[in-house]
């Protein structure tokens, strides 16, 4: 036997005898299939959330400190050399 | 906007409803095929099948054209893989006998069968898949096909030693 007929002869050994799909087999694939849908729809958005949350503190925190207003310098830079 | 939406998954319910009709049972017939088991007796291949159909569903709206057939085979045939990895350690070599036309062969070598000649999935695709080489994939198919078509005779059951008479 070469080898494409041994390949078409695992394949008639293959095909034998389907097994029969269970009734519950669907209402059971559409209940976890919901259910990863439901728990994504949740992961996201507890991640806006965290982000939101994050950009909100930092907002916030920048408006209280304003750490881009230099203060007035209190020392001079010595002079030498008149 | 709200009709808009309920007629929207009202549509991928249906669609989804009639994909799973149409694909169950070949798809359940290659997964009692990769765990071995007999068709009337398969509750590892049922948990597999609905496992990745599950996924499929998930991520229905976002398949962009891909084929949903395609989608799930592949999720069964990667959670096949995983879970023979973990319940043996390695995917390779442990025999286990039970039912099934496959029940001689190691794991990977009725991952590589169904996918290949079941399935009619290319050497590439199949390497891919699973990280081998489209060599790799040809010389395990070869063996599979090999011990399949003619089974190495099995070990002799241990033979209780003949007791010896009493003299």
């Known amino acids: 036997m070469n080898l494409r007929e041994r390949e078409a002869a695992v ?3 293959l095909e034998r005898t389907p097994p029969p799909v269970p009734p519950d087999l669907y209402p059971e694939v559409l209940r976890r299939g919901t259910r990863i849908l439901r728990r994504r729809t949740a992961a996201r958005r507890l991640l806006w959330l965290t982000l939101l949350a994050a950009a909100l503190a930092f907002a916030i925190w920048a408006s209280l400190t304003r750490p881009w207003a230099e203060l007035p310098s209190t020392t001079t830079p010595p002079i030498n050399g008149w | 906007m709200r009709e808009r939406h309920a007629s929207q998954e009202a549509r991928r ?4 409803e009639a994909f799973v009709a149409g694909a169950a049972g070949r798809l359940l017939h290659a997964a009692t095929l990769l765990t071995a088991e007999t068709p009337d007796d398969n509750p590892r ?3 597999l099948l609905t496992l990745a159909l599950a996924e499929t569903y998930a991520s229905w709206d976002r398949l962009r054209g891909d084929d949903p057939y395609d989608r799930t085979r592949q999720q069964v045939a990667t959670r096949f893989a995983r ?3 973990h319940r043996h350690g390695t995917f390779g070599r442990q025999r286990r006998d039970r039912g099934g036309v496959l029940a001689g062969l190691s794991p990977r070598e009725r991952l590589m069968l169904v996918l290949r000649l079941y399935e009619g999935v290319t050497e590439e695709q199949t390497g891919a898949l699973l990280g081998l080489s489209t060599e790799r994939v040809r010389a395990i198919c070869t063996r599979a096909v090999a011990t399949l078509l003619h ?3 099995r070990p002799a059951p241990a033979v209780p030693v003949a007791k010896v008479a009493p003299s």
């Open chain 1, 11 to 13: 394949r008639r050994m």
């Open chain 2, 13 to 16: 319910a249906r669609d989804f």
């Open chain 2, 45 to 47: 291949a049922r948990r």
């Open chain 2, 83 to 85: 879970e023979a990895w």
């Open chain 2, 151 to 153: 089974p190495p005779p």
